[in-house]
């Protein structure tokens, strides 16, 4: 669920709007497989309907029949609650480290 106005990020590769978030995931991520793990979420409430997140993260997308990422990093998340439900207002991933490797056969 997400907000029906997203807050404002800076970043060299930022997706916006709902719309255009769904696409991106048609063209890049639907098509190839991937697993992402999200670990030991750490909240803070800022008021009774605005919250931050940050998780722990680790990925990998195989990119490619002979080739597989690995990444590491964080998941930072901010959440608003609008009409009782939580909704994210903002999503931002932040890889630590990445690994190309040969995929294993």
């Known amino acids: 669920l997400l ?3 997203g807050l404002p990020v800076e970043s060299t590769d930022v997706t916006e709007g709902i719309d255009n978030v769904i696409e991106y995931v048609k063209e890049r991520l639907a098509v190839i497989p991937s697993v992402h793990h999200g670990h ?3 909240y803070e ?5 605005d919250a931050r997140g940050i ?11 002979d080739m597989t990422l690995y990444g590491y990093g964080h998941y930072r998340e901010i959440y ?26």
């Open 80 to 105: 608003r609650k609008e009409d009782g439900i939580w909704k994210f207002a903002s999503v931002h991933l932040t890889r630590l480290a990445t690994d190309y490797l040969p995929r294993a056969k």
């Open 40 to 42: 030991t979420p750490l």
């Open 55 to 65: 998780w722990a993260m680790a990925d990998v997308i195989y990119y490619a029949e």
């Open 3 to 5: 907000v029906d106005q």
């Open 45 to 49: 409430f800022d008021s009774d309907i």
